[in-house]
Structure formats: C-alpha cells, structure tokens
C-alpha cells in the first residue's frame, strides 16, 4: 500500500490541527479535525483560492447558527432551515460549491447542543475558532508541505494511457482484437481521458515565482496540450477502426496493408516523441521516422483515391472508410506539430527549459 501525498497531508493537518486547538484549550478538538479534513486541496494555488472562500463560508454558517438559534431555538427543523438558507446564501454570492461543507459544520456544531443556551454566544464564538483553526491548518500544510508533481504525473498518464491505446490500434488493424473486450476497455479509456484532463488543470494552476520559470512552464503548457491532442486523436483512431471494422475487411488487402503500416509508423513516431521529450531518444531518429511517415501518408491517400477512380470498391463502401484515412491523416498532422513543438523546446532557450520528471518509482 502506497500512501499519496494528499493522504499524508490530511492526516498531517489533522494532527496540527488538534495540537493547536489543545494549545489554545478550546474543546473539543475533533471538531478542528473535521474541518482540516475537508480543507485539504490537491495544489497550492487551489489552497490559495479556496482559503478565503472558507473563511467566508464559515462566517455566513457561524453567523446564520447565531442568529436562528437566539431567535428561534435550537430545534431540528430550525436546524435544517438554518442549513437550507446557508447553502442558499452561498450560492447566491458565487462562492465555490467545496465550501458548503465547511459552513454547514459549522451550523450543526454551533446548533446541535441545546444544553449551550445559558453562554451562548461564548460557546458559538469557541465553535467558529474550532472550524477557522482546521481551516488555517489545512491551509498551512497545503503552502509548506510536500508540492505535488503535477508534471511527472500529468506525463506518465498521458504516456501510459497512448501506450494502451497503440497496443489496441495495432491489434485492430490486424483483426485480432477481442471484440467484447475492447467494448469493455473504451469507457475506461474516456474515464481516463477525462482524467488527463483534470490533471492538466492542476498543472495549468501551479504558479512559478521566477521569470525563467514562468516562460518555460509556459512553454510546457503548450505542449502537453498537444500531447493530450496527439492521445485523443489516436484514440479517435482506434474508435472509428472500431466502428469501420467490417468495412476494412472488405478493402481489397493492398490497401489494408498501406492501413497498418502507416498506423504501425504512426503509432511508433508518436511513441518516440513522447519519449524524446524525456530525453529518452535523439533528434535524429524522430527526424528519419517523420520522413516515413510523410512518405507513407502519401502511398496511403494515393492508394485511397485510386479505389474510387478505378471503381475497385462501391461507392458506399468507399464513404464508409473515408473517416478511417481522414483520421489517420490528422494524426500525422498532430504528430507533425507536437514533434515540431518538443524541437522547438529545446533548440531555444536550453538553460530555462529544464524538464521535471522523473521515473513513477522516484
């Protein structure tokens, strides 16, 4: 069992969350714990952004539970109501969403002890401190402790998941794949998709403090945006393969083979140039891959023209494979401009374009 740093992090601000609390002799204490719990954020900037959100989240709680509670008492439906109009008056103002919990914590713990009514106020004022120090807590750790390496993970996921989805593009344009398997396998592909894309925005939010860092995460930027392009294309590939299947099997078998080739080359080049980026292949070689592929993209259009011109297929049966070559020729053009972009990375500016990612062990 691997612990992640958000584990590691909760728990640490749990932790100072309770000692702070026992300095301050505020009882009692897990009532900080709870709300470090749900403080903690997954980036420093996301911390930076929700901070002062929770904050005011838990001034409209702690003032709503006051008011209500002196005015109308401190029954369950009074309760209920007090927690219905926070969720409303959050929402009202545009605060984020993550912070209702925060608020409604502290509604229940202000309201939930009839036995408070004689010091009141005192009692609804220990509460707050209890909530604002989980708060700060979580907010604390999520500045000092342990940065996450949105880099390394945002490539390794992009790199695995294209791996994946080339090991199926080749299988296909063999006609050797499972078909109930891939079936199964294509939603867990879109659900990892949609997970690049959610770490990307956490990349995207890390802020750099020095100019030269500024320009090169910049830079970074641009181009895993294309590397999560280049994915996605091939993953388009595979579904229309997918989708054409029946109709690729009936193209006369030349044109099958000028298919799998260009995809086997396809596939390789876009392999190699995510691996050039981590410096794991030369220059040249993706130089030498790019001249194949150009040079099969045009056997293959040619090849696909001549079965209409020479009428070697039906006109249906033609239409039917036009998305698959369209497809196929995006990619190349995809491929094209990412490997430009990785070129371009490193031919200028060397010294601030520096990469950070290490091995998924490290």
Request: net charge neutral; charged share 20%.
């Amino acid at each position: 069992m691997k612990l992640g740093a958000r584990i590691f992090k909760t728990g640490l601000a749990i932790v100072i969350a309770i000692y702070i609390a026992t300095w301050a002799g505020i009882e009692p204490t897990f009532f900080a714990a709870i709300s470090a719990t749900f403080a903690i954020q997954p980036s420093v900037f996301r911390s930076y952004q929700t901070i002062l959100e929770q904050i005011q989240a838990n001034i409209i709680g702690a003032g709503l539970a006051i008011i209500f509670a002196l005015t109308f008492g401190f029954e369950p439906v009074i309760i209920g109501v007090t927690v219905m109009v926070t969720i409303a008056i959050i929402l009202k103002i545009k605060l984020d969403a993550s912070s209702i919990p925060i608020a409604l914590v502290t509604v229940i713990i202000i309201m939930g002890n009839p036995a408070s009514q004689t010091n009141f106020l005192i009692f609804a004022g220990e509460r707050f401190l209890l909530i604002l120090i989980g708060v700060l807590s979580a907010f604390l750790v999520n500045l000092i402790f342990l940065p996450p390496k949105y880099e390394t993970k945002l490539y390794h996921k992009i790199s695995d998941h294209t791996v994946d989805i080339i090991r199926w593009i080749r299988l296909k344009t063999r006609f050797e794949t499972n078909h109930y398997s891939l079936k199964k396998d294509l939603p867990v592909m879109n659900e990892t998709s949609l997970k690049i894309d959610n770490l990307f925005a956490l990349y995207k939010e890390e802020r750099t403090y020095f100019l030269k860092s500024k320009w090169s995460k910049a830079r970074k930027i641009v181009l895993f945006k294309e590397m999560i392009s280049a994915h996605r294309k091939a993953l388009s590939i595979l579904k229309a393969l997918d989708k054409h299947e029946h109709q690729l099997q009936g193209m006369p078998e030349d044109m099958q083979t000028f298919i799998q080739r260009q995809l086997d080359h396809l596939t390789e080049y876009h392999d190699r140039i995510l691996m050039r980026y981590v410096g794991k292949v030369n220059v040249q070689l993706t130089d030498r891959m790019e001249e194949e592929v150009e040079s099969g993209e045009n056997r293959l259009t040619d090849s696909f023209m001549d079965l209409y011109d020479q009428q070697y297929v039906t006109r249906d049966e033609w239409l039917h494979l036009l998305p698959v070559v369209s497809h196929i020729v995006e990619y190349n053009e995809q491929l094209d401009h990412l490997a430009t972009l990785v070129e371009s990375f490193f031919n200028f500016h060397q010294k601030e374009n520096t990469v950070a990612i290490k091995d998924p062990e490290e």
